[in-house]
């Protein structure tokens, strides 16, 4: 079954960085697009990145836009979110998502289950 696990949240300062990764089992990861989406205290889920199947292309939303970095490592089956410049709000629950063909879309099919990030001095 479709596994993916994120990793690598914690407490970082404002304008520090953190590394985000998200180990996928289950299924082909390199035939699908991938994505990273965050939930903050009281707010609704935000699409954050998304990266095609072969790292081709990458996609940011404004809010995060030449402050985080995502890769991928098919040969790892491994996705990645470096967030650098990091801000307070920035603080969320950030989770992993697999999208259903190769490139990047909004609709997810399969969701891990989160990793904790902090910003705060």
């Known amino acids: 079954q479709v596994q993916l696990v994120e990793s690598g949240g914690g407490l970082a300062q404002p304008g520090g960085s953190l590394r985000l990764s998200c180990a996928a089992s289950?299924?082909?990861?390199?035939?699908?697009?991938m994505s990273w989406a965050r939930q903050a205290p009281g707010k609704g889920l935000e699409w954050v990145s998304g990266?095609?199947?072969?790292?081709?292309?990458?996609y940011y939303a404004d809010s995060v836009k030449g402050r985080f970095t995502i890769s991928r490592d098919n040969a790892k089956n491994t996705l990645y979110l470096q967030m650098n410049s990091l801000k307070p709000e920035d603080a969320a629950l950030y989770y992993c998502?697999?999208?259903?063909?190769?490139?990047?879309?909004?609709?997810?099919?399969?969701w891990g289950k989160g990793t904790l990030v902090t910003v705060s001095s």
């Open positions: 990266i095609y199947s072969d790292g081709s292309d990458t």
């Open positions: 998502a697999k999208g259903p063909r190769e490139r990047v879309s909004y609709d997810m099919d399969y």
């Open positions: 289950g299924f082909t990861f390199s035939k699908y697009a």
